[in-house]
């Protein structure tokens, strides 16, 4: 059974910063992408980044520059620093892993910037 498990979320003051964990289990993690989206109250999900199994990154405008992605593989965990905090990141963040035939998702963790 495959399940994602998204950490670190939390209450920060803009300018701030937050590492997020997405920790995997039940899938072989080094073979496949990690996604993150987030959603904010009353809008639909964004993408906001991914990382390739070869540790490709790529970003959505809103967070380039700010937002840095990574994995460790032996660890079976992928995690995405934010910095430079904005109000308008406040949203719940999820982990994503598209297997191919499978989308899978995690709880989510909320993040909140606000003074």
Excluded: H
Aim: charge should be positive; aromatic fraction near 12%; hydrophobic fraction near 35%.
């Amino acid at each position: 059974q495959v399940q994602l498990v998204e950490s670190g979320g939390g209450l920060v003051q803009p300018g701030g910063s937050l590492t997020l964990s997405c920790a995997a289990s039940g899938i072989t993690f080094n073979l496949y992408g990690v996604n993150w989206y987030r959603q904010a109250p009353g809008k639909q999900r964004d993408f906001v980044a991914r990382i390739t199994s070869s540790s490709i990154p790529t970003f959505a405008e809103a967070v380039k520059g700010r937002f840095a992605i990574s994995r460790d593989n032996p660890k079976n965990t992928g995690f995405l620093q934010m910095n430079d905090l904005k109000p308008e990141d406040t949203a719940v963040y999820y982990c994503n892993v598209y297997s191919g035939i499978t989308n899978y998702w995690g709880q989510g963790t909320q993040v909140t910037v606000s003074a």
